[in-house]
């Protein structure tokens, strides 16, 4: 009697253990994640106690800040809607290749998709700049190589690989038996018009608005073509008077769109992340469109061919000679190496705690919903303001010892980039049948062997991919690490962002050349852990081990 006693001691002191990590775990990821927003909130309360908040105030209403809204509203809508648009007419054509085909597509899609915009707008700069030596040789008349419509453009061309696979998916939450039953009745097209595009529009809006808060939150590409957006002027704002609260109030008109933007998509992105295997998008018998749509598809896939050439040709024959390249990567070794060492730091930190938060989203309560509202939050707040909001939270007497230092921007890619790791393993998760999980709480001998011989294994896809996106988002990030680097330190990024200023020069484009090389092996790797995965079938042997436990 004693003995079974102990043993119900030893298992509650166990368990109350493990939810002590637990719980503890869950704080630390809302302190780093949602840390930003509370420090803002914190310093403008403090500042409209203090009396000096009134003056602020007039930041919400003047005509600039309404005109500039208005702008970086119509060019993230604008960006969104085409992305979308160009999106489902290559989405529709993959369904015309084969599924081996569409899924290679796909996957390179993705592993371009993390590159940074800056990029794209050095390359596209260099293109047009050789387009308008062409024109003006034979007289013709130049292409704008500033302003709204070749930021438009560019910010396109950046988004567009992202655009195409979100389409992809919106087109294939739809039911395929639907589908096929209409297609005994109807035409392929009168299908696609009348069936799967009416089905799929839910989605496809979910899409559109991700774009929309991707393109709106994010300066990069509209200030190196001369427009300035409303991210852009939170980054001025905060750079000419260094106070978080009058930054905040003077942010709030964006963050009332992004955030009934976001309050629309909630819903929807969480339908989105539960949509069955994309790859039943592939029709079993490719459908015969009409020509009119057949056309647009051609010039769909058009553009993104030349895209990737631009990208790739535009980087190559721009570096110059092997010598200046190599020259360039010594000439970066320490800002290279810095920005391994940040990456690497954020993936440690946001894969564990991301796997957690993923874990609690699959529970249907209030608690779960909670969990959405937190991680969807911060894809809503511009970088820049993130940044600050670092500053106005850490930057307290308690925490002043970590204020400053290198974990900064590591912390402030954690809460940019979290979210989407999150996300990446609910989807993950949504593939496993949740009896495998809890057969192995019965049978497995301790937690050890619990997440190394069946959790792991089973979450694999999941951990490599959200690991690769993560690290690529983080090597290129920018509005937020501009804000809170310390001293001495820079990020490549940052280097290249700073050069782009004076002119596309060689060594910048092999910073670029170098920036992209990396990104798309990390997204590359990760693409290909998954191929290697699930060929070596390391995926299946983990079920059957439930079955060994079980025996």
């Known amino acids: 009697m004693a003995g079974m006693l102990s043993f119900f001691q030893k298992c509650r002191s166990c368990i109350s253990q493990r939810t002590i990590v637990y719980v503890v775990c869950l704080l630390a990821f809302f302190i780093i994640v949602f840390g930003p927003l509370l420090g803002l909130f914190l310093d403008l309360i403090k500042t409209l106690l203090s009396g000096s908040g009134k003056i602020t105030l007039s930041l919400l209403f003047s005509e600039r800040k309404i005109v500039l809204l208005g702008e970086s509203v119509g060019l993230a809508l604008a960006v969104s809607i085409a992305g979308i648009g160009v999106g489902i007419a290559i989405a529709t054509l993959l369904w015309q290749t084969g599924k081996k085909i569409t899924y290679s597509i796909l996957l390179l899609l993705l592993a371009l998709a993390p590159i940074p915009p800056y990029i794209y707008a050095l390359t596209w700069s260099t293109t047009l700049y050789a387009l308008n030596q062409f024109l003006a040789s034979i007289g013709a008349a130049l292409v704008p190589s500033t302003g709204w419509v070749i930021s438009f453009w560019v910010q396109l061309m950046a988004l567009l690989p992202l655009a195409i696979f979100l389409s992809y998916i919106g087109l294939a939450s739809v039911d395929k038996t639907l589908v096929e039953a209409a297609r005994t009745i109807r035409s392929d097209g009168r299908v696609l018009r009348e069936i799967i595009l009416p089905l799929a529009a839910p989605s496809l809006l979910v899409a559109c ?8 939150t994010d300066y990069s590409v509209p200030s190196l073509f001369g427009s300035d957006t409303y991210a852009l002027d939170i980054f001025a704002q905060f750079s000419a008077s260094n106070s978080p609260s009058a930054t905040f109030i003077s942010a709030i008109p964006l963050l009332i769109v992004t955030i009934a933007v976001l309050i629309l998509c909630r819903s929807g992105i969480r339908k989105l992340a539960q949509t069955p295997n994309w790859m039943v998008g592939s029709w079993d018998t490719p459908p015969e469109f009409p020509t009119s749509f057949q056309s647009i598809q051609k010039g769909a896939f058009a553009l993104l061919a030349v895209q990737m050439m631009v990208i790739f040709f535009g980087l190559v024959f721009s570096v110059g000679s092997w010598n ?22 954020v993936v440690l930190i946001t894969i564990p705690f991301s796997l957690l938060v993923a874990h609690e989203l699959m529970n249907q309560n209030a608690r779960s919903s909670l969990w959405w ?7 809503a707040i511009p970088s820049p303001l993130i940044g600050i909001g670092i500053i106005s939270f850490w930057n307290i007497p308690t925490l002043s010892f970590l204020y400053g230092t290198s974990l900064m921007p590591i912390f402030a890619s954690v809460s940019r980039f979290a979210p989407y790791a999150v996300i990446i393993l609910f989807v993950q998760y949504r593939f496993i049948d949740p009896v495998l999980f809890d057969a192995v709480k019965v049978f497995s001998r301790d ?3 619990e997440w190394f011989e069946v959790k792991i294994p089973l979450l694999a896809p999941g951990l490599l991919i959200a690991s690769g996106v993560v690290a690529a988002l983080t090597l290129g990030e920018l509005g937020a690490t501009i804000v809170v680097v ?3 330190h820079e990020t490549l990024t940052i280097k290249i962002y700073n050069y782009l200023h004076y002119g596309a020069s060689a060594e910048v484009t092999g910073l670029c050349l170098i920036m992209a090389i990396v990104t798309f092996i990390i997204g590359l790797c990760a693409v290909s852990s998954i191929l290697w995965w699930r060929r070596r079938g390391i995926l299946n042997q983990a079920v059957p081990r439930i079955g060994d436990l079980n025996e």
């Open 209 to 216: 608005g991700f774009l929309f808060l991707i393109s709106i």
């Open 324 to 345: 200046k390249f190599v020259s360039t990567v010594l000439f970066s070794v320490n800002q290279l190496q810095y920005s391994c060492l940040v990456v690497i730091a």
């Open 373 to 379: 509202l937190i991680i969807l939050i911060p894809i």
């Open 447 to 449: 937690i050890i062997d």
């Open 486 to 488: 310390p001293p001495g």
